[in-house]
């Protein structure tokens, strides 16, 4: 070592000079990049008269919307038009979210079933949709399985419910409180409940995909807890159901948590594909705003802010559901 | 899994007819099943016209490319079909870590050399190809076949490096690929706009998938520096992109793009939508190859660096060679969702598969045929996808050491 001292090793090795410089150049890269694509859009944004506004947001939006749970016609202004695509897409996210979850649980749950024929179904149908686009089951679900139904009088009635062309019929209280169930007047079906064919494609759609994944998850959860585990319960003397409820699925849910919350994001992600099926959820009046105003900078905005938001909202439930699961320590 | 059990009638009855209730749910679904399968069949083979396939095939694969230069698709075709016997066969010349070289042809390589025979023989004359064509259809399937059982009775004799830079093949035959389509080097150029169908689908893919992989690999990496500027930027990037869903980001490419740059220097709409693919599944590659990242022990690069290896080196050498095999699961998933993600073209109005496909059934002609269209479509990707699928599951056995896994 003695004949080392004194002769420090060259820059390039020196321990805290490398990793400033490193970083220094990347900052450097970054904001020249950074500052080039902005001064460019400033510049360009004002040569075409489009610097940031947000006053569009007030005027009259002038299109319509086929369906909403908040009531707009075309003299609201923009930003009521947007609430009312946000609305419809929470709808469908939080309905998908109640399907995908039933659906993911009964097929990750058929997965162990001892019946072959169940087990193997299973199987099938999380490879054949998992392996299809989500977009072409959208409109797979639309344009051939919803508007291929008959309507009128020869439309699909069950109890109580009626599945035509038109939609989903269902019954429930009309004003006065009286219940009642899907009509048919002049060869058009009315009901108190009724759910628009676009709806319900996209709902299926979402729904059929999600649960695939989701009953990997499911899958995945419950094969993950030790096979010693049930024989443990059933030496104890609990019964398959009060073993599943009270040691399985406690242990699976650890492992299913984490990968609920995946899924519940890329669902509402997904939900903004409504579009190919007709359905007027967020993006597609962002699109239609776009179209009509030219302000491509603040609808882009709004549409990544509201995102962000949803998937902030799900992974801070998810979140916290993920706590409640936990093995607690003490 | 333990060794695959044998179909006896009396495994039958245990598997299907275990309690009556058991026995009960059998009968209901086979009933079910066979009335579904029936329907579908009779539908298939009596109920559908499958006219606009027929009429439509050339639009589906490529597009309006033009007709004069199609010329140039079948030699590309044709390297492909090539390339994939060559990797195929010497795929299968390699041990696996567990089983000695048993046979030329493995039963599932038969089998799938069978597939692909019916194939060819079925498919072009079902799509009443012309006789040219459908010959055409027969030797490439010839080419691959050859090729395969050349490589794969050879293959061994390859050394090592030869076996390692076999990969290398993929991207070179993808410049070529390039030059083939678009022109250049003293062929025609054939502009953007005219690629279509399967061609646009797979030259969209391909680019995003070839590029994106680096690109997710710096991100992880620079997810795990312990550099601050390039941690928190990895981490904003990443979180980012995969907070928005893609058809946003499209149309940022679509609308925004033009502005962000000097005017004319934006690219046209396909490249636009290639580029935009590509950054949004670096962002979910870079998530892949994290927790390949976080698999390797810290003592690996612990000894590497003790061993004298610079931190590039020891990277590029100990941890990411481990990293990437234990990620290759995940990273193909994230491919094959990228090829599922390019139908998202057809909402921002290309013609890829699936716009081809709406814009064929906005014809007159061929209204109220959604139905064949749509199941060409979902047979066609469930093929690609599921391919994917097994072909990585095929490669991950070839790559684990013995020591690793099992």
């Given at each position: 070592?003695?004949?080392?001292?004194?002769?420090?090793?060259?820059?390039?090795?020196?321990?805290?000079?490398?990793?400033?410089?490193?970083?220094?150049?990347?900052?450097?890269?970054?904001?020249?990049?950074?500052?080039?694509?902005?001064?460019?859009?400033?510049?360009?944004?004002?040569?075409?008269?489009?610097?940031?506004?947000?006053?569009?947001?007030?005027?009259?939006?002038?299109?319509?919307i086929a369906e909403?749970?908040?009531?707009?016609?075309?003299?609201?202004?923009?930003?009521?038009?947007?609430?009312?695509?946000?609305?419809n897409?929470?709808?469908v996210?939080?309905?998908?979210?109640?399907?995908?979850?039933?659906?993911?649980?009964?097929?990750?749950?058929?997965?162990?079933?001892?019946?072959?024929?169940?087990?193997?179904?299973?199987?099938?149908?999380?490879?054949?949709?998992?392996?299809?686009?989500?977009?072409?089951?959208l409109?797979?679900w639309y344009f051939?399985?919803f508007l291929?139904?008959?309507?009128?009088?020869?439309?699909?009635?069950?109890?109580?419910?009626?599945?035509?062309?038109s939609g989903l019929?269902?019954?429930?209280?009309?004003?006065?409180?009286?219940?009642?169930?899907?009509?048919?007047?002049?060869?058009?079906?009315?009901?108190?409940?009724?759910f628009t064919p676009e709806f319900g494609a996209l709902l299926t759609g979402?729904?059929?995909?999600?649960?695939?994944?989701?009953?990997?998850?499911?899958?995945?959860?419950?094969?993950?807890?030790?096979?010693?585990?049930?024989?443990?319960?059933?030496?104890?003397?609990?019964?398959?159901?009060?073993?599943?409820?009270?040691?399985?699925?406690?242990?699976?849910?650890?492992?299913?948590?984490?990968?609920?919350?995946?899924?519940?994001?890329?669902?509402?992600?997904?939900?903004?594909?409504a579009v190919a099926c007709g359905y007027t959820d967020?993006?597609s009046?962002?699109?239609?705003?776009?179209?009509?105003?030219?302000?491509?900078?603040?609808?882009?905005?709004?549409?990544?802010?509201?995102?962000?938001?949803?998937?902030?909202?799900?992974?801070?439930?998810?979140?916290?559901?993920?706590?409640?699961?936990?093995?607690?320590?003490? | 899994?333990?060794?695959?059990?044998?179909?006896?009638?009396?495994?039958?009855?245990?598997?299907?007819?275990?309690?009556?209730?058991?026995?009960?749910?059998?009968?209901?679904?086979?009933?079910?099943?066979?009335?579904?399968?029936?329907?579908?069949?009779?539908?298939?083979?009596?109920?559908?016209?499958?006219?606009?396939?027929?009429?439509?095939?050339?639009?589906?694969?490529?597009?309006?490319?033009?007709?004069?230069?199609?010329?140039?698709?079948?030699?590309?075709?044709?390297?492909?079909?090539?390339?994939?016997?060559?990797?195929?066969?010497?795929?299968?010349?390699?041990?696996?870590?567990?089983?000695?070289?048993?046979?030329?042809?493995?039963?599932?390589?038969?089998?799938?050399?069978?597939?692909?025979?019916?194939?060819?023989?079925?498919?072009?004359?079902?799509?009443?190809?012309?006789?040219?064509?459908?010959?055409?259809?027969?030797?490439?399937?010839?080419?691959?076949?050859?090729?395969?059982?050349?490589?794969?009775?050879?293959?061994?004799?390859?050394?090592?490096?030869?076996?390692?830079?076999?990969?290398?093949?993929?991207?070179?035959?993808?410049?070529?690929?390039?030059?083939?389509?678009?022109?250049?080097?003293?062929?025609?150029?054939?502009?953007?706009?005219?690629?279509?169908?399967?061609?646009?689908?797979?030259?969209?893919?391909?680019?995003?998938?070839?590029?994106?992989?680096?690109?997710?690999?710096?991100?992880?990496?620079?997810?795990?520096?312990?550099?601050?500027?390039?941690?928190?930027?990895?981490?904003?990037?990443?979180?980012?992109?995969?907070?928005?869903?893609?058809?946003?980001?499209?149309?940022?490419?679509?609308?925004?793009?033009?502005?962000?740059?000097?005017?004319?220097?934006?690219?046209?709409?396909?490249?636009?939508?290639?580029?935009?693919?590509?950054?949004?599944?670096?962002?979910?590659?870079?998530?892949?190859?994290?927790?390949?990242?976080?698999?390797?022990?810290?003592?690996?690069?612990?000894?590497?660096?003790?061993?004298?290896?610079?931190?590039?080196?020891?990277?590029?050498?100990?941890?990411?060679?481990?990293?990437?095999?234990?990620?290759?699961?995940?990273?193909?998933?994230?491919?094959?969702?990228?090829?599922?993600?390019?139908?998202?073209?057809?909402?921002?109005?290309?013609?890829?598969?699936?716009?081809?496909?709406?814009?064929?059934?906005?014809?007159?002609?061929?209204?109220?045929?959604?139905?064949?269209?749509?199941?060409?479509?979902?047979?066609?990707?469930?093929?690609?996808?599921?391919?994917?699928?097994?072909?990585?599951?095929?490669?991950?056995?070839?790559?684990?050491?013995?020591?690793?896994?099992?």
């Open positions: 070592m003695a004949s080392h001292l004194g002769k420090s090793p060259p820059w390039w090795q020196n321990r805290r000079l490398v990793p400033w410089l490193v970083q220094g150049s990347v900052g450097l890269l970054l904001l020249v990049v950074i500052a080039f694509l902005l001064g460019n859009l400033v510049r360009n944004l004002s040569a075409a008269g489009l610097l940031l506004s947000w006053r569009w947001l007030g005027q009259p939006a002038s299109f319509d909403t749970l908040l009531p707009f016609n075309a003299s609201e202004p923009y930003w009521r038009g947007l609430l009312a695509g946000l609305v897409t929470l709808r996210v939080g309905l998908g979210f109640v399907g995908a979850t039933l659906v993911g649980t009964l097929v990750g749950s058929a997965s162990f079933s001892r019946n072959g024929l169940v087990k193997r179904l299973a199987r099938i149908y999380v490879e054949l949709i998992r392996n299809i686009p989500l977009l072409l089951q409109v797979f051939v399985v291929a139904l008959p309507n009128g009088a020869a439309a699909i009635q069950l109890p109580g419910i009626v599945l035509a062309k019929f269902l019954p429930g209280f009309e004003a006065g409180f009286q219940w009642s169930g899907p009509t048919l007047v002049d060869g058009v079906w009315q009901a108190p409940l009724r979402l729904v059929v995909y999600t649960g695939a994944f989701i009953a990997e998850v499911v899958r995945g959860g419950i094969a993950a807890v030790p096979k010693g585990q049930w024989e443990a319960a059933t030496s104890l003397g609990l019964g398959p159901l009060l073993s599943l409820r009270r040691i399985i699925i406690p242990q699976a849910l650890r492992v299913i948590v984490p990968g609920l919350n995946t899924q519940y994001i890329s669902l509402a992600k997904n939900s903004s594909l967020l993006y009046v962002a699109e239609t705003s776009l179209n009509q105003t030219g302000r491509a900078i603040e609808v882009i905005v709004i549409l990544l802010a509201a995102y962000l938001a949803i998937d902030l909202v799900i992974s801070l439930v998810m979140n916290g559901l993920n706590r409640l699961v936990q093995i607690k320590e003490r | 899994m333990g060794p695959k059990p044998r179909l006896t009638p009396a495994s039958l009855r245990k598997e299907l007819f275990a309690t009556p209730l058991d026995g009960l749910v059998t009968v209901l679904l086979v009933t079910g099943l066979a009335a579904a399968g029936s329907r579908l069949l009779h539908w298939a083979l009596a109920q559908a016209d499958w006219a606009v396939i027929q009429a439509n095939s050339t639009l589906f694969a490529v597009g309006r490319y033009p007709i004069e230069q199609q010329w140039r698709l079948w030699l590309l075709v044709a390297l492909l079909a090539a390339a994939a016997g060559l990797s195929w066969g010497v795929l299968r010349s390699r041990p696996l870590p567990d089983r000695p070289i048993t046979a030329l042809w493995p039963g599932n390589d038969r089998l799938a050399t069978g597939i692909l025979v019916l194939l060819a023989s079925w498919a072009p004359a079902a799509l009443g190809l012309t006789l040219s064509i459908q010959s055409r259809w027969w030797a490439l399937t010839g080419l691959l076949v050859l090729v395969r059982w050349l490589a794969g009775r050879y293959g061994s004799r390859l050394g090592k490096t030869a076996t390692l830079a076999l990969p290398l093949v993929w991207p070179l035959l993808y410049l070529v690929g390039m030059v083939l389509i678009g022109g250049g080097l003293g062929l025609v150029t054939v502009g953007a706009n005219e690629w279509g169908g399967l061609l646009l689908t797979l030259v969209e893919a391909s680019f995003a998938i070839l590029l994106s992989a680096p690109l997710g690999v710096l991100l992880a990496l620079g997810r795990r520096s312990s550099l601050p500027l390039l941690r928190w930027g990895s981490i904003v990037y990443i979180e980012f992109i995969r907070g928005a869903p893609l058809i946003t980001l499209l149309f940022l490419g679509q609308n925004i793009l033009g502005f962000l740059l000097p005017g004319g220097m934006a690219p046209d709409r396909i490249w636009r939508a290639a580029w935009i693919l590509t950054f949004f599944s670096a962002a979910y590659l870079a998530e892949a190859v994290r927790s390949g990242l976080a698999a390797v022990p810290r003592g690996q690069l612990e000894a590497a660096r003790s061993l004298g290896l610079s931190l590039p080196q020891a990277l590029a050498q100990v941890v990411l060679p481990q990293a990437l095999r234990i990620a290759l699961p995940a990273t193909v998933g994230q491919f094959i969702s990228l090829l599922q993600d390019t139908t998202l073209l057809s909402l921002i109005g290309l013609l890829d598969l699936l716009g081809t496909a709406r814009s064929v059934m906005a014809n007159p002609l061929f209204l109220g045929k959604s139905s064949e269209v749509y199941l060409t479509l979902a047979v066609l990707f469930w093929c690609c996808c599921a391919a994917l699928g097994l072909g990585s599951r095929a490669l991950e056995r070839r790559l684990n050491p013995p020591s690793l896994g099992r």
